[in-house]
T-cell receptor, first 112, second 110 residues
Framework: KQEVTQIPAALSVPEGENLVLNCSFT??????LQWFRQDPGKGLTSLLL?????REQTSGRLNASLDKSSGRSTLYIAASQPGDSATYLC???????????FGPGTRLSVLP | DVKVTQSSRYLVKRTGEKVFLECVQD?????MFWYRQDPGLGLRLIYF???????EKGDIPEGYSVSREKKERFSLILESASTNQTSMYLC?????????FGPGTRLTVT
């Protein structure tokens, strides 16, 4: 059964730092990879989707990459801001679009 | 923009009550999901539906049932609410590529 880990579990950085969040899968046979942000008490907001034919996606200060051969994805946040403080989750999905497997999340705090 | 709405943000119910959580999406998606999220346990799939009147059990279906009479609406039913069902409930829909979530319902069972 597919399992997802995210490292680190929590991260605290000063404002302005660049940072990397990691996501690993036990089974590299995932189809798409999605990164989410979750604020306390709220739902998940989609940040980036990497489809099966892609290796990375960028949106503003965010860049996500996917290496299927190693079963790893990274989310890079440039010039972090206090407003980036949230929990970040990754999720992989099979090619039927029905079996989503979520990581436990990384809780990020960006200090002013 | 895809919009997924949930009927309530906060809900307080008593033990033994029958509870309905409603979820509506406006993008004609085939697949819809119900998760619960608890501290330290992450997101756990309760049920999902891949078409009207079609449903599949997820990882933790016990104590829950679902209904999908129309494509845009997916309801989660707690037949007899118990205190261990106090949780955040999240609904999602997908176009098979990207998953979209609702704002969540924080359910407290007393």
């Amino acid at each position: 059964k597919q399992e997802v880990t995210q490292i680190p579990a929590a991260l605290s950085v000063p404002e302005g730092e660049n940072l990397v969040l990691n996501c690993s899968f036990t089974d590299s046979a995932i189809y798409n990879l999605q990164w989410f942000r979750q604020d306390p008490g709220k739902g998940l907001t989609s940040l980036l989707l990497i489809q099966s034919s892609q290796r990375e996606q960028t949106s503003g200060r965010l860049n996500a990459s996917l290496d299927k051969s190693s079963g790893r994805s990274t989310l890079y946040i440039a010039a972090s801001q206090p407003g980036d403080s949230a929990t970040y989750l990754c999720a992989g999905v099979d090619n039927y679009g029905q079996n989503f497997v979520f990581g436990p999340g990384t809780r990020l705090s960006v200090l002013p | 923009d895809v919009k997924v709405t949930q009927s309530s943000r906060y809900l307080v119910k008593r033990t033994g009550e029958k509870v309905f959580l409603e979820c509506v999406q406006d993008m004609d998606h085939e697949n819809m999901f119900w998760y619960r999220q608890d501290p330290g346990l992450g997101l756990r799939l309760i049920y999902f539906s891949y078409d009207v009147k079609m449903k599949e059990k997820g990882d933790i279906p016990e104590g829950y049932s679902v209904s999908r009479e129309k494509k845009e609406r997916f309801s989660l039913i707690l037949e007899s609410a118990s205190t261990n069902q106090t949780s955040m409930y999240l609904c999602a829909s997908t176009d098979s590529y990207e998953q979209y979530f609702g704002p969540g319902t924080r359910l407290t069972v007393t």
